[in-house]
């Protein structure tokens, strides 16, 4: 059984940071990477940042490129994603989510099979 559980949403003002927290537990062993997504109110999810678990080789959205930094802590099995600058276009219910297969599209929700339950970040301008 595999359990991912976000934390770390709010409200903030456009400019302002927030940081994301993922903790795994069950069978993390055969994750291979780990990613952040997000949906917005009548938009599909799209893919923000995701990390390789191996090698911790990092893939951003150019939507968030250069203001969000994903991170991971293996011992305590848990990813992060820094979120700077943010603008109101980022207003969203973010998901962690880890994938134990492999193939292309590590920014495609579609290649992940373990969701966690979502944290809602508000931007406001």
């Known amino acids: 059984q595999v359990q991912l559980v976000e934390s770390g949403g709010g409200s903030v003002q456009a400019g302002g940071s927030l940081r994301l927290s993922c903790v795994a537990s069950?069978?993390?062993?055969?994750?291979?990477?780990m990613g952040w997504f997000r949906q917005a109110p009548g938009k599909g999810r799209e893919g923000v940042a995701a990390?390789?678990?191996?090698?911790?080789?990092?893939y951003y959205a150019d939507s968030v490129k250069g203001r969000f930094t994903v991170s991971q802590d293996n011992a305590k099995n848990t990813v992060f994603l820094e979120m700077n600058s943010l603008k109101p276009e980022d207003t969203a219910m973010y998901y962690c989510?880890?994938?134990?297969?492999?193939?292309?599209?590590?920014?495609?929700?579609?290649?992940?099979?373990?969701w966690g339950q979502g944290t809602q970040v508000t931007v406001s301008s």
């Open positions: 990390i390789v678990t191996g090698g911790g080789s990092a």
């Open positions: 989510a880890a994938r134990s297969r492999y193939g292309p599209g590590i920014l495609d929700s579609r290649n992940y099979n373990y």
């Open positions: 069950g069978y993390t062993y055969s994750f291979n990477s």
